[in-house]
């Protein structure tokens, strides 16, 4: 058994065996079932919001509370025997916002997101979840609130191993009560969401680390609450695999509109995934920001340090550096417009688009020239629509390769096959040499 | 008590104490004492009247058939063989007498042991008041357990039966605190975070995952109790027990060597039927299934 205080469902636990929970449990409830749930919807308030949260292990952890409060640094609290793992964080997620938690092990991050849904009670400061606070609250409703409003994944999956992967999709709703088709229905679709159609009899020992997570997921997602905490859900699967994960993560979040909190110690991770970034260092929140705002103005030496090895290239995407198409003709032109174009600037090729600025391929001089002696009057004939073309999300250390591939530019290109931009070979290694340098010697360059 | 403590010469009448104790208890409880002698030698009975009735080929088929049915048709032909042995040695009616004593005992004790488990594993106060308890309960010489319950419930099935209990159920009580607790807290977590009830948890998660090892706990209270059939015969319990101490009064050598592999054997049975038990739980079962 470790050695930690009776967190609060432990203690519910002992209070359910001594069958006094009823005579027990706090009377402080601010709202009963729905009601306040109802009033407090859609009227844009915070998805989730921590007030001065604080969570203290140990001998005098309420005494620990107050003198951190007074200004007390870490050390002194653990020199005088309590360990205080998360130190009065504050901060706001908005729904539908991915925000990410970043620290390294023991710097409480683990914690507070359990602090979160009230899997540990904090040793002072408040959580509101729709506007309403938890802490406090009784454990009847506290369940309540874990069924209708927020859902967890878990780093090591925390499936039943007893159970069908169906069975574990639709345990959410097992504990909600619903009838049996309809967690049928629901696990179904959920699983269908998250890729594993087809899965459902199986059980979580049969399947990889990647597709346990993913049940994990379709778990959380048909539970239907809009908050999901996620605690390094992705941190036990190897890299391929994390990164699927994360892009599955970020289409889903877009469809469904989730609000996640999600914990990593992984920046390049918090990177891709967050909208907003709060970095822990010891049990505070030193800094709070986009992936660029961390990145760019680091709040203190500590968090500069850690940004320092972050791999930029990882952060930035093509539609950052790409530039304009220096010569773009148009399909439906005849060849001399296009060689004209290329003699203006210079060029041995010309990228083609139609109409609707659809990239339809290139053009270079030697069939252009052919093309005008043949007396052509269009392009149709001659464009090579073989073109290195990648999506503007595209992050920059995906560019290498493709690039060096190809001798003409890259061409960037959007979900329906417009043209936006290119990526000349030059530019992007431009934008590496500009990235090795520090931010701040910019100024002495000029 | 009435001469004062010399602590030169220390005299503390600790057995006296003890004794005075249960002698008021015995007197204060008696009719609980009573519930308590009818209810185990009325179920003693009726499992001994339930293995005996039968001819013992019968029984050898019932036996084979079990162990076919969790195990393997290999288990099956040594139960053939073993039981057989059993009958050939004429050791039949002990072995059942015995049989039934080792499954009441281990049975109620079980029923004690695994809810006093799930306590010890849900409170660490629990806990820690019952480690040094159940500590006293096993190392205690389980001869000492006689003579009270002897006084008790005098000679008979009974103090053999309560002094099994005791001393065989401490394994019991240990492996399901154990189990519980090793149970995967992330997955216990999971089903907080779902919100799930603390019963549910129990019977949905925590139960389910502690099997195997709750299971092998419930074997060594088996094994424990079969351990005590000798004793237990020394107060008047009947069964193979007895045919050893019959043996070691007369110095019957033949005799003793029989009644011990009549044990043996119902030992090998025992323990091989509930490890397979065990290894057919669903977590183990549903782990194994492969792709």
Known sequence: ??????????????????????????????????????????EGVTALRAEGLFKVFGRGADDAVRRLRDGASRADVVAQGATPAVIDASFEVQPGEIFVVMGLSGSGKSTLIRMLNGLWEPTAGHVYIDGVDISGIGAAQLREVRQRKISMVFQHFALLPHRTVAENAAYALDIQGRPKDEQRAKAAEALELVGLGGWEDRYPAQLSGGMQQRVGLARALAAGSDIM???????????????????????????????????????????????????????????????????????????????????????????????????????????????????????????????DRKLRGVVRDEAVVASVNRGDSTLESIVDSDVASVHPDTVLAELFAPSAESVLPLAVVDDDGRLLGVIPRVTLLTAMASLAEAQPDLEVVR | MSDSFDPLDPRLRVGTWVSDAFDWFTDTFQPVLDLVDTVLDGAY??????????????????????GWAVRSWKFAVFTVVGFYLIAAMDRWDGAMQTLSLVLVAAFIGTLIAVPLGIWAARSPTVSNLLRPVLDFMQTMPAMVYLIPTLGAFGIGVVPGMISTIVFAMPPGVRFTELAIRQVDTEVVEAGQAFGSSPARILRQIQLPLALPTIMAGINQVIM????????????????????????????????????????????????????????????????????
């Open chain 1, 1 to 42: 058994m470790p050695a930690v205080p009776l967190s609060p469902s432990l203690a519910s636990l002992v209070a359910w065996l001594t069958g006094r929970l009823d005579s027990r449990a706090p009377k402080r409830a601010r709202w009963t079932r729905c009601v306040a749930w109802q009033t407090n919807e859609g």
């Open chain 1, 229 to 355: 905490l996620m605690d390094e859900a992705f941190s036990a699967l190897d890299p391929l695999i994390r990164r699927e994960m994360q892009d599955q993560l970020l289409e889903l979040q877009a469809s469904l509109g989730k609000t996640v909190v999600f914990i990593t110690h992984d920046l390049n991770e918090a990177m891709r995934l967050g909208d907003r970034i709060a970095v822990m260092r010891d049990g505070r929140i030193v800094q709070v920001g986009t992936a660029e705002e961390v990145l760019r103005d680091p709040a203190n030496d500590y968090v500069a340090q850690f940004v320092a090895d972050v791999d930029r290239t990882r952060v930035l995407t093509a539609s950052s550096v790409m530039v304009p198409a220096q010569l773009q003709v148009n399909a439906s032109a005849g060849p001399r417009v296009a060689l004209h174009g290329m003699r203006d600037k210079q060029l041995s090729a010309a990228f083609v688009v139609a109409r």
């Open chain 2, 45 to 66: 009975s009726a499992v001994v009247d339930v293995l005996s009735a039968p001819p013992f080929l019968v029984m050898i088929v019932l036996f084979a058939a079990l």
């Open chain 2, 224 to 291: 424990l109790s079969l351990s005590m059939v000798v004793l237990a015969a020394m107060v008047g319990a009947a069964g193979l027990g007895l045919d050893v101490v019959a043996g070691l009064s007369s110095l019957n050598v033949a005799r003793g060597v029989e009644a011990g592999l009549a044990v043996v054997v119902l030992a090998i049975y025992l323990d091989r039927v509930v490890s397979a038990l065990a290894d057919r739980a669903p977590v183990v079962r549903a782990s194994r299934v492969r792709a």
